[in-house]
T-cell receptor, first 114, second 117 residues
Framework: AQSVTQPDIHITVSEGASLELRCNYS??????LFWYVQSPGQGLQLLLK??????LVQGIKGFEAEFKRSQSSFNLRKPSVHWSDAAEYFC????????????FGRGTSLIVHP | GAVVSQHPSWVICKSGTSVKIECRSL??????MFWYRQFPKQSLMLMAT?????????EQGVEKDKFLINHASLTLSTLTVTSAHPEDSSFYIC?????????????FGPGTRLTVT
C-alpha cells in the first residue's frame, strides 16, 4: 500500500520569500502524485499533479513540484510567497492502473508573515 | 474546474440522533464519490467509496451500519451518521471523481463540520 510523509507540520515564511514544502512517498512503482491546498471554509483545490513525463510539473498560482524517483520525493515550490498562500497543503499519492484512490499526507500548515 | 457542493456546511446535533450530509456534483456526473473524515490538524482519512447504484465500499475500521452511504444518482451521494455520539464529531469531506479516465482527478466539497453534543 502507498503512503505519504509530510515531515513539516508548520512552515513559516515571510511574504516574498521562496517556499519549499516537502513530501516523500512510499509506493512500489511510479505513482500518481498530487498537491492540494485547503483554505478555511473551502474544499481542497488541486494545485498540480504528476502522472508521467517531465518530472518538473507546473501548477496553478505559481506553484511547481519536482518528482525525484531516487529520493521518492515530490516537493512543492514557489519562488515568491504571497500572504494569500497561507493555507494547509496536502500531498497525495495514488496507485497507478485501475481505479486508484489517493492517500493523503498529514498536511503542512503554511504561515506567511508580512 | 468542476464543482462539488456539500450541505449542510455545519451541523450540531444531540447524542443519539442521526444526521444526513449531502454531496452533489454540480456540473458533471460522478459515478464514484468518496467520503473522508478529517480530524484537526490531521490528514484526510478515507471512510468509504460510493458507487452510483451499488453498495458503498467501506475502509477497514469504518462501521458501515453507523455511517450509511447512499449514492442514488450520478450527482448525489449522502452520508448519514446514525445514532451520533460526541466521538463522531469531526469534519466530513466528500469528493467526486471526474469520469474521464485520462483525468484521474477528484473534486472536493467544502466539508461539513459535525458537532455532537
Amino acid at each position: 500500500a502507498q503512503s505519504v510523509t509530510q515531515p513539516d507540520i508548520h512552515i513559516t515564511v515571510s511574504e516574498g520569500a521562496s517556499l519549499e514544502l516537502r513530501c516523500n512517498y512510499s509506493y512500489g512503482a511510479t505513482p500518481y502524485l498530487f498537491w492540494y491546498v485547503q483554505s478555511p471554509g473551502q474544499g481542497l483545490q488541486l494545485l498540480l499533479k504528476y502522472f508521467s513525463g517531465d518530472t518538473l510539473v507546473q501548477g496553478i498560482k505559481g506553484f511547481e513540484a519536482e518528482f525525484k524517483r531516487s529520493q521518492s520525493s515530490f516537493n512543492l515550490r514557489k519562488p515568491s510567497v504571497h500572504w494569500s498562500d497561507a493555507a494547509e497543503y496536502f500531498c497525495a499519492v495514488g496507485a497507478t492502473g485501475g481505479s486508484y484512490i489517493p492517500t493523503f499526507g498529514r498536511g503542512t500548515s503554511l504561515i506567511v508573515h508580512p | 474546474g468542476a464543482v462539488v457542493s456539500q450541505h449542510p456546511s455545519w451541523v450540531i446535533c444531540k447524542s443519539g440522533t442521526s444526521v444526513k450530509i449531502e454531496c452533489r456534483s454540480l456540473d458533471f456526473q460522478a459515478t464514484t464519490m468518496f467520503w473522508y473524515r478529517q480530524f484537526p490538524k490531521q490528514s484526510l482519512m478515507l471512510m468509504a467509496t460510493s458507487n452510483e447504484g451499488s453498495k458503498a465500499t467501506y475502509e477497514q475500521g469504518v462501521e458501515k451500519d453507523k455511517f450509511l452511504i447512499n449514492h442514488a444518482s450520478l450527482t448525489l451521494s449522502t452520508l448519514t451518521v446514525t445514532s451520533a455520539h460526541p466521538e463522531d464529531s469531526s469534519f466530513y469531506i466528500c469528493s467526486a471523481r471526474d469520469p474521464s479516465p485520462e483525468v484521474y482527478e477528484q473534486y472536493f466539497g467544502p466539508g461539513t463540520r459535525l458537532t455532537v453534543t
